[in-house]
């Protein structure tokens, strides 16, 4: 069996079980800060570590380059 797929629900780090939750991601491109708000991700139940999947990861990064076009130095944005 595929050992990924069957420990998806658990923490690579620490085992504990993930729980689904919102975070904020606050990303630097290099001029300055983006903020993102109200991303979707797994929070571990044990050691608090936090995992985005595929495709939250690809629309995150859709809104980063979105901000970087505008080249602000400070942008919140609310993930679409
Ligand atoms: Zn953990």
């Known amino acids: ?18 729980k689904a939750g919102k975070t904020t991601y606050t990303v630097d491109p290099g001029f300055g800060v983006i903020v993102v708000r109200d991303v979707p991700t797994m929070i571990c139940s044990q050691c608090g570590e936090e995992w985005i999947d595929d495709t939250t990861a690809k629309s995150l990064e859709k809104n980063v380059n979105e901000a970087r076009k505008k080249k602000a130095q400070f942008e919140v944005v609310t993930l679409k």
Do not use: D, E, S, T
């Not at 069957?6 to 085992?15: A, E, F, T, V, Y």
């Open 1 to 18: 069996m595929n050992k990924l797929a069957k420990n998806k629900k658990l923490c690579p780090i620490c085992g504990g079980v993930k």
